[in-house]
């Protein structure tokens, strides 16, 4: 019986498809195993970051809570506040203006009447009005107004505006800057106005 000469070459066929295939496994497995390591490491890496992060975390509240003992034992070494704002006298105000000056003295130093003044106050009083807090009373929208129409009339500074009506020179500054915007927003249109623009314009 002769041999079939087909069979040999198949099975080198078959061989070799087995051999590939054993490679690609080999090659699989170690492409498997690179990729394992590289994990791990990178989980290593991790939690190396977390664990250091969490060293410097607890070093940062560590060096919070020093710092903040720190200030209080200096606060518990302070003096005490004496007061919330410093005290002045608005004795000139209360008791020698609005009770003892005339219309002449009224026109003389503010320029305006007591009857013009009390109506720009009622003008006003809904902007220029503050709320009392439980730290200290606001400053009256008559004492407001006041100061800002002392400051126009004269040349005198903040400084010494402050020293008439018992108040802080940066509070004369903002009581100036805030009845001026209230004036300009709440009645400029309604008292400065042209009657006849046509006649006006045409001189």
């Known amino acids: 019986m002769e041999a079939n000469p087909v069979l040999p070459a198949a099975f080198r066929g ?3 498809v087995q051999e590939r295939l054993r490679q690609s496994h080999q090659a699989v497995q170690h492409w498997e195993e690179v990729v394992t390591a590289c994990r791990l490491r990178r989980c290593a890496a991790w939690e190396d970051f977390l664990f250091s992060q969490g ?7 560590a060096r919070r809570r020093r710092c903040i003992r720190c200030l209080q034992i200096l606060w518990e070494q302070l003096p005490g506040r004496r007061w919330w704002v410093y005290p002045r006298s608005s004795d000139w105000w209360d008791n020698f203006v609005m009770r003892i000056w005339g219309e002449e003295k009224w026109l003389e130093n503010f320029r305006m009447s007591r009857s013009t003044f009390n109506w720009l106050v009622v003008a006003l009083r809904d902007v220029l009005q503050r709320q009392r807090t439980e730290m200290r009373a606001p400053v009256s929208v008559e004492r407001r107004v006041a100061v800002a129409l002392w400051w126009m009339a004269s040349t005198m500074s903040y400084r010494t505006v402050g020293h008439q009506f018992g108040l802080a020179r940066s509070t004369v ?4 800057v805030e009845v001026t915007r209230a004036i300009t927003e709440a009645l400029l249109d309604r008292v400065v106005y042209l009657r006849d623009p046509d006649k006006v314009s045409a001189g």
């Open 55 to 61: 060293v410097q975390a607890r070093q940062r509240q």
């Open 173 to 176: 500054a903002g009581i100036v």
């Open 14 to 16: 078959i061989m070799d």
